[in-house]
């Protein structure tokens, strides 16, 4: 069974950190784009940051760049999302994704072939 497992969500306050991490189990990672994905309540699933299957190539929203910062680890078989300096706009559950295209494609048009179940991360004092 193919399986995107999330982790390291929680509550945070305003400036603090946060660092997601999605492992994969039933198949590896290293063909695959891995992306991070968030939705607020009311709000549209949209694409924060996703990498290519080597990670030479990062796409970041405009509204995380210089703030969050995408990795992979194919020989662990994790993708993780460093979060800095978090703001109350950043709460949402965030989901790991694993896609067959390139970065762009799955990021903005949220072309995804399999998801996980999602971490909630609330930014609040």
């Known amino acids: 069974q193919l399986q995107l497992v999330e982790s390291g969500g929680g509550l945070v306050q305003p400036g603090g950190s946060l660092t997601l991490s999605c492992a994969a189990s039933?198949?590896?990672?290293?063909?695959?784009?891995i992306g991070w994905f968030r939705q607020a309540p009311g709000k549209e699933r949209e694409g924060v940051s996703c990498i290519s299957t080597g990670g030479g190539i990062k796409y970041y929203a405009d509204s995380v760049k210089g703030r969050f910062t995408i990795s992979r680890d194919n020989a662990k078989n994790t993708v993780s999302l460093q979060m800095n300096n978090l703001k109350p706009e950043d709460t949402a559950t965030y989901y790991c994704?694993?896609?067959?295209?390139?970065?762009?494609?799955?990021?903005?048009?949220?072309?995804?072939?399999?998801w996980g179940q999602g971490t909630q991360v609330t930014v609040s004092s």
């Open positions: 994704a694993a896609a067959r295209r390139d970065v762009q494609t799955m990021c903005v048009a949220i072309r995804v072939n399999y």
């Open positions: 039933g198949f590896t990672l290293d063909g695959y784009i």
